[in-house]
């Protein structure tokens, strides 16, 4: 079964409108978490580390300010759209490491299909 | 720096035929190498690693891998392909024992069964 559980699926908004995205993990505490964005036809690329407790690691080129992250406890982690507008459509999906080892693989959530009008 | 290239984004097998998709990698300090599936609107679904020990990694589904660090490859097979296995695969590579855990993919293989 999922390890790692991603809310909501999908969302459809106005320009103009913040957007939450949640990533849980499930039967596991998760110290780092991970954030994706994933364009049609291509690759995923790493947004951010997310960290428990700590502020998050953006990648280079990330907007802070646009992405917001917060890692509140050690089964969830928050990623807020702010001001969404059409370009930020895309497939978002967050990602957590089982603990421990760190040969430990990542689990995926199922993705978040963001749509701004 | 860590890289992944796929050689070709697309591969096309009949029902019943060898999948074979191409991984190579670029990483200064030994790697930790996987493969990944994702279907349509879905996340990622783990296939098989590899980190250190045996070279010829078994997964799920039927498929394995097998870590070449003279080649610097990590190819996935299945000998025989099934429907079901028409998806976007996913090579990505990590740092090794240090990694922090950040995974760089690869640009991504759509494979396409043909009945």
């Known amino acids: 079964g999922a390890v790692v559980s991603q809310h909501p699926s999908w969302v459809i908004c106005k320009s103009g409108t913040s957007v939450k995205i949640e990533c849980r993990s499930l039967?596991?505490?998760?110290?780092?978490m991970f954030w994706y964005r994933q364009f049609p036809k291509q690759s995923l690329m790493l947004m951010a580390t997310s960290n428990e407790g700590s502020k998050a690691t953006y990648e280079q080129g990330v907007e802070k300010d646009k992405f917001l992250i917060n890692h509140a406890s050690l089964t969830l982690s928050t990623l807020t759209v702010t001001s969404a507008h059409p370009e930020d459509s895309s497939f978002y999906i967050c990602s957590a490491r089982w603990p421990g080892h760190s040969n430990q693989p990542q689990h995926f959530g199922d993705g978040t299909r963001l749509s701004i009008l | 720096a860590q890289s992944v290239t796929q050689l070709g984004s697309h591969v096309s097998v009949s029902e019943g035929a060898l999948v074979l998709l191409r991984c190579n990698y670029s990483?200064?300090?030994?790697?930790?190498l996987f493969w990944y599936v994702q279907y349509p609107n879905q996340g990622l679904q783990l296939l098989l690693k590899y980190t250190t020990g045996a070279t010829l990694v078994k997964g799920i589904n039927g498929f394995e891998a097998e870590f070449k660090k003279s080649e610097t490859s990590f190819h996935l097979t299945k000998p025989s392909a099934h429907m079901s296995d028409a998806a976007e695969y996913f090579c990505?590579?990590?740092?090794?024992?240090?990694?922090?855990?950040?995974?760089?993919f690869g640009q991504g293989t759509t494979l396409q069964v043909k009945p």
């Open positions: 990483s200064s300090v030994p790697p930790y």
């Open positions: 039967d596991f505490q998760a110290t780092t």
């Open positions: 990505a590579v990590t740092r090794g024992s240090s990694n922090t855990g950040k995974l760089i």
